[in-house]
């Protein structure tokens, strides 16, 4: 074996650690790489399993994704170490596997590819003389982003996506964005019409591969969120490619339109389901961007739904990524609203009676996916009106989607839906009323609570809470231009409206366990 003359002729062993989502040919650590002389270490192991206790569906993605990808390299020439996490021998955690396989294979030099997440970008740190490469997968650099914010008075996404399309040149016409306008915000907002039903994205039955993970973590992970009889994920590179392929073809020229409706029984809508395979690595962002534009380039999509396709990769993933790395690990921590509500049963358990918030969580736990309507006003909204502690809907939110990392949850979590750095990503927080999702969509004609009552036991919960909400955080919106006309509206009411609607939201919120 290569590697083995490479000991022997004392020819410089390079071991070369990939982690569970940097599964791309062309990861910067790896580019350049000799193949005789390098060994490539992926490692399924217990402590990145139970960090937190992810949605069965989510292991058993990463770890037949990580299978997959080894087999890919050992094709392609690779020398590849692996361990499985049922190995007798497997080690417990990602620093001891990457210490054990550079003594067994007597490596000279270490290089990794950095972590998503800081967690792990710490673990990275501490092997000693390892050279940590940039990941070069994402569009904007750190270094890049902090020069770009440097001396603004405000973070917000309008200003990193035309900043980010600007540098790229996508869908600009010289320095003008190309239609006109910057975005297409405005036609992005259609309910879906009755009779339109959307094109299920396609589906990849597990192969043997994937069947013996699929079985490793039914016996390994009894009791984790979460069930594994509808797994169809892509969990190779060529599956990831179709994947893409069937959107752009099947739902891109309709994902504009529909990207914020939500409607009862369609679980998928237009939405890509792209997300779990882009952040395993099976796919680049530069991908999607390429593809969206191709497709309107040839006639395929429309500007509004090739716009608002690159406005959530080129804008919102960057976005949230450097703000995360930014911020720092105690990002998850904020709780700019003082909330301290423990997680409310219906999170783990559904049967809530809310026909919106019901559909969003069996999907949930059947496919480890949510649309992002679902997640950010529908699950996260509810938790921001409840007043649910911050941590503790980030948790959640790790625990329960195949593409949850925390580079990327946490923002939104914390930033977006909880609005617990007190605005730092958005100006004003994602609170609705029943209103809301009574216009997105039919789930309110589905729902055992009145959409149209404000208070009482048979008021759809989220009206019940949303004044209280607003009322409790006076103080802290006060300040806040974007909530003086909510803020007012709030304080025109009669004192005995307003008393009744504060009991009345106490009252639910005590059914919450
Ligand atoms: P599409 O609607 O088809 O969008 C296309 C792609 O754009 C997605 O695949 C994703 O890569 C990217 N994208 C869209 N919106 C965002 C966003 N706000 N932030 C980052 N990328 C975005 N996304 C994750 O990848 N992992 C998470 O753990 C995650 N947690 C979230 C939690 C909350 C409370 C909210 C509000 C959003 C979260 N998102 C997360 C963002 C978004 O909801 C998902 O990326 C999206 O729903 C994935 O489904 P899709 O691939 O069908 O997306
Ligand atoms: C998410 C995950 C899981 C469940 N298991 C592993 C694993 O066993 N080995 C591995 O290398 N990576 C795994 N991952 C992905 C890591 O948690 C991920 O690399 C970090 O979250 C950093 O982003």
Redesign the pocket.
Known sequence: MHIARARATRTPVLLLPV????LTPTLASLRGADRASSVIL????ME??SYVP?HRQ??AL?FAA?RHFAEALRADGWHVAYHR?DDPDAPPG?DSAIRAAAARHGATAIRMTE???HR?RALQRAIPGATICEDDRFLVSLPAFAAWRAGRRRLRLEDFYRWQRRETGVLMAGDEPVGGRWNFDSENRRPLPRGLVPPPPPRFPPDAITAQVLAMVAARFPSNFGTLDRFAWPVTRSDALAALADFVTHRLPLFGDYQDALAHGQETLFHSLLSPALNLGLLTPRELVDSALAAHAAGHAPLNAVEGFVRQILGWREYVRCIYLAEGPDYVRRNALAATRPLPAIYWQGASGMACFDSAFAQTRDLAYAHHIQRLMVLGNFALLAGVDPFHVHEWFLVVYADA???VEAPNVIGMSQWADGGLLGSKPYAASGAYIRRMGDHCRHCRFDVTAKTGEGACPFNRLYWDFIARNERHFASNQRMWRTLDAWRRFPPARQQAIRDDAAAFLATLS
């Not at 992926?42 to 192991?45: G, M, T």
């Open positions: 982690l569970g989502d940097q992926l490692a399924e192991v990145e399993a992810h989510k292991l990463v990580m996490l990602l972590a998503g997440e792990v990392y925390e580079w």
